[in-house]
């Protein structure tokens, strides 16, 4: 299986537009050593061709034209994207569906029933859709039962429910039910190796634990070094945990549940501007490596 990583940033990116804390005023100064990242997504192949898009990023435009394999040109109007899944409702993740409203045909859309709901009705994506080519929806089930998506042959996909938080126009905001957030096994049977996506994880509950520690590679929740981070730069009041992001730097955060597992080959995504491991000179990003915890970055490739 191919990934390749459009977005490694959280919501807002980096740097942010309206953003003057110390890493985005860096990044845009050129005097902090950072890499600028487009907001949160990943793009699976089984085989070079056809594109499984996770998640729908505002960045969407850039991402695309900065990844020629998804551009292969075959006829005036065409996308190597053959369907497209959504691991939250967060603006983050699905206002990239606008524009892909050009599309000819109906997209091809897995989500949860959850995740649907919210996609319908507070940030109603897919109804708008409805006015141009639609999509065709595929339910995705929170029982831990695989799937598979016919463009992507030999690769069995798994939702992971997870605790994380819904969005804010959500009527389970805090309140959460099964779906709101999955993370995703990608089991792909002619190599052997399986791929764990998780960009939004707020509690590490035994059963994501356990796919994590079995997969060969996981690209986890990497939005923030320390749970007050956005509070002590000024700029928000509201912890991590409460957006539902389990930090890397605490007792039993990211970085301690990375460190205790043998097998995969480890990396962070969804990394907010705040969290000062984008700086690629600070104690922290040191802290991180010396853990053999990498850092994703926009226009990442693996082969797995
Ligand atoms: C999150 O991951 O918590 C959300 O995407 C935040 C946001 O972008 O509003
Ligand atoms: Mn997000
Ligand atoms: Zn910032």
Redesign the pocket.
């Known amino acids: 299986m191919l990934v390749h990583v459009l977005g490694s940033g ?3 990116g980096f740097p942010q537009w309206n953003c003057n804390c110390v890493n985005c005023k860096g990044v845009r100064e050129g005097t902090v050593n950072a890499l600028p990242r487009t907001q ?1 997504s990943i793009a699976i192949s089984a085989n070079g061709d056809d594109w499984i898009l996770f998640n729908a990023s505002p960045d969407i435009k850039k991402q695309l034209d900065d990844f020629s394999a998804i551009q292969p040109a075959r006829h005036v109007r065409d996308t190597a994207i053959s369907a497209i899944v959504i691991t939250d409702a ?4 699905a206002t990239g569906m606008l524009t892909l409203r050009e599309h000819n045909k109906p997209w091809e859309v897995y989500t949860t029933k959850a995740v649907h709901d919210d996609l319908t009705t507070g940030f109603p994506v897919f109804s708008i859709l409805g006015h141009f080519r639609g999509i065709n929806h595929h339910e995705i089930a929170t029982d831990e039962s695989s799937f598979t998506i016919p463009t992507a042959p030999g690769l069995v996909f798994t939702a992971v429910p997870l605790k994380s ?1 819904a ?1 804010p126009y959500s009527p389970h905001r805090h309140n959460t039910v099964p779906g709101d957030n999955i993370g995703m096994n990608i089991h792909d049977t002619k190599t052997g190796k399986t791929l764990f996506y998780a ?2 994880l707020g509690v590490a509950e035994p059963h994501v634990l356990d796919y994590m520690s079995k997969a060969d590679c996981v690209l986890v929740d990497g ?1 923030v070094w320390t749970d007050d981070e956005m509070a002590n730069e000024g700029i928000s009041d509201k912890r991590a945990q409460e ?3 389990l930090d890397q730097s605490s007792k039993g955060g990211i970085m301690d549940i990375l460190k205790s597992m043998a097998k995969p080959r480890k990396f962070l995504i ?1 990394i907010n501007n705040t969290n000062p491991i984008l700086n690629e000179d600070s104690p922290q990003r040191k802290q991180l490596e010396a853990a053999g915890i990498e850092v994703s970055f926009d226009g990442m490739d693996l082969e797995l």
């Not at 967060?90 to 993740?93: E, K, N």
């Open positions: 959280a919501g807002g949160s967060q603006i983050d993740h938080e969005p960009p939004g939005t957006m539902g992001h969804h």
